[in-house]
């Protein structure tokens, strides 16, 4: 029996010391007191954060020996008082989370407290560090929003600043750009001033202009302003390049009257708030750099219009001066050739139709300049009104039927039943289907075809002169419109032109809100056109004869 019992208790012995032995090497604290608050045990790792030597303590009043952390002893009382307590300590240094629980042999006696504690430091570190890293996160994504909310260089200088400042608590600070070789400041808070010109010789800017590496500097009170370039009072500094790409385009400078001002975090923070402050920057440059190139390509272009008005009006001045002695040549022309009739030999009466030749197509030339001129200036005061389009081109047709006669075409014209009404000017109108019609007949051979179809729907109506003409090359289609252009080929090249009949027409219809139209192909004829709004009936009858817009 003996041996049994000191088996027994060595066995308890060798169990008490391996669990101590856990105990001591865990991050908890156990112990307990009695129910004056002495220490009976007083095991764990922990107990030195709280300034007590495990066992040492034993037959000490934990009252006493925890004096210094009143937040401990104020619990230990509660729970001498029979009160079960849980709560979380922290001095800075350590967190623990204790629990006490009273002893008790009758529910009003309390023999004892029994307390556990367990090191919670790391948990609750990393927790803290969760915390602020995502609220650092929200804080640079709200940064991101303000710096490309917009493109206005002084905005964007001016949000980068108070992001930096309210995340750092700086006391100073400013973003000094580079241009030209010479850094500026052009943004600042506390101390700097805006437009100070920067020694890029001094320490740390020297640095970064060669190495663009942040740095971090702690400064004594001994250090010199003028050569650091930093403020008398200034503790603590952070410099941080400003990089695009791989280029410089300047430095943004934090600085604090207190040491150790900055942590590594917070140093990181804003090297990753300069990338996005470099690039709003260099987004706003460039925004202003595009403004201003596209002030002076506006300007560019303007006097290029003025030279090309220029241009223009003195082909239409010199086409209006020689109308005069065009028609006084033309008329001795006549006279002489009435005189001499019946006098002139073959070939001189050929000099003679020769120059009448030349000169009606000066003449057409010159027609064809101020007809462009003039349309130009009707629509200065152009006279819109409802008009019944087929009764206009019937019109016009009948006026062409004569040349239309000369040539032996077959001349169709294709009119819809029903009245079709428009909203136009019926002068530009008319000078734009003659246009059109009488390009067909000029450009078609003899014994060749020219119809003219009008049709509607209930949006628009279309007009349509179709030729069996000598049809347009493809290449030379896409000019076709252009002032002055005429597609010249080995077919079309005796007849004259000045190349500004559809660009005549094409003015005409996209002023009355139409859209020109046209296909060809040489050898096998064009068809040109255009279609533009129609007026309902509804309102036709609303507005019979009343002006339109």
């Known amino acids: 029996d003996i041996t049994e019992r000191i088996q027994a208790e060595t066995a308890l012995r060798e169990s008490e010391q391996r669990l101590r032995a856990i105990i001591n090497h865990a991050p908890v604290i156990l112990f307990e007191l009695d129910e004056q608050g002495t220490f009976v045990l ?22 006493e020996v925890l004096a210094h952390h009143p937040a401990i002893t104020q619990r230990i009382e509660r729970a001498l008082s029979g009160e079960t307590v849980e709560f979380i300590f922290d001095d800075d240094t350590v967190v623990f989370q204790m629990s006490f629980t009273p002893v008790k042999q009758q529910p009003d006696h309390v023999t004892g407290v029994i307390g556990v504690a367990t090191d919670v430091t790391e948990q609750i570190r990393a927790r803290d560090d969760a915390a602020e890293s995502s609220a650092r996160l929200k804080l640079l994504r709200d940064i991101d929003a303000q710096l490309t909310a917009t493109l206005d260089l002084s905005n964007v200088l ?8 309210s995340a750092t608590n700086a006391d100073d600070g400013y973003i000094a750009l580079l241009n030209d070789g010479r850094l500026t400041i052009t943004e600042s808070t506390g101390h700097y001033d805006m437009g100070t010109k920067l020694d890029l010789k001094s320490a740390p800017l020297a640095d970064i202009l060669k190495r663009q590496i942040p740095v971090q500097i702690e400064h004594d009170k001994q250090h010199a302003p003028v050569k650091n370039g930093v403020l008398p009072s200034t503790q603590s500094q952070m410099v941080i390049p400003l990089t695009y790409g791989e280029n410089l385009i300047g430095v943004l400078n934090l600085e604090s009257k207190h040491k150790h001002a900055f942590d590594v975090d917070t140093f990181s923070f804003v090297k990753s708030l300069a990338i996005r402050a470099a690039a709003a920057v260099e987004n706003a440059r460039l925004y202003a750099l ?30 209006h001066d020689l109308r005069n002695p065009l028609s006084a040549a033309m008329g001795y022309l006549s006279m002489i050739s009435n005189e001499l009739q019946g006098t002139l030999s073959n070939t001189q009466q050929d000099y003679i139709t020769m120059l009448d030749n030349s000169l009606r197509a000066i003449q057409k030339i010159i027609s064809d300049i101020l007809s462009l001129q003039r349309i130009e200036a009707l629509q200065e005061r152009a006279s819109y009104e409802l008009i019944e389009i087929n009764k206009l081109v019937e019109t016009v047709f009948t006026n062409n039927q004569p040349s239309a006669q000369a040539k032996q075409l077959d ?7 029903h009245p079709i009404k428009v909203c136009a000017d019926s002068a530009q109108m008319r000078e734009a289907i003659d246009n059109l019609i009488y390009n067909a007949i000029k450009y078609t ?8 179809r009008v049709s509607a729907n209930p949006q628009t109506v279309t007009l349509e002169v179709i030729d069996t003409g000598y049809g347009i090359p493809e290449q030379l289609q896409d000019r076709l419109f252009q002032p002055f252009f005429r597609a010249k080929t080995a077919q079309t090249r005796h007849i004259e032109g000045t190349g500004l009949g559809l660009h005549l027409v094409k003015n005409i219809v996209e002023r009355h809100s139409g859209k020109m139209h046209f296909q060809s192909k040489q050898g096998k004829g064009s068809t040109f056109g255009f279609e533009m709004p129609l007026i309902s009936e509804e309102a036709a009858k609303k507005k019979p004869a009343a002006p339109c817009s």
């Open 290 to 319: 595009s403004q201003t190139q596209l002030v002076t390509l506006q300007e560019l272009y303007d006097k290029v219009r003025g030279l090309e008005q220029i241009k223009t009006d003195m082909i239409r001045i010199a086409a």
């Open 445 to 452: 051979p003899d014994k060749g075809s020219v119809n003219v």
């Open 411 to 417: 001349y169709q014209l294709s009119l819809p039943s």
């Open 42 to 63: 007083s095991e764990g790792k922990g107990l030195r954060s709280l300034g007590i030597e495990p066992l040492v303590v034993n037959g000490s009043n934990a009252l």
């Open 158 to 165: 001016r949000a980068a600043m108070q992001a930096a400042v």
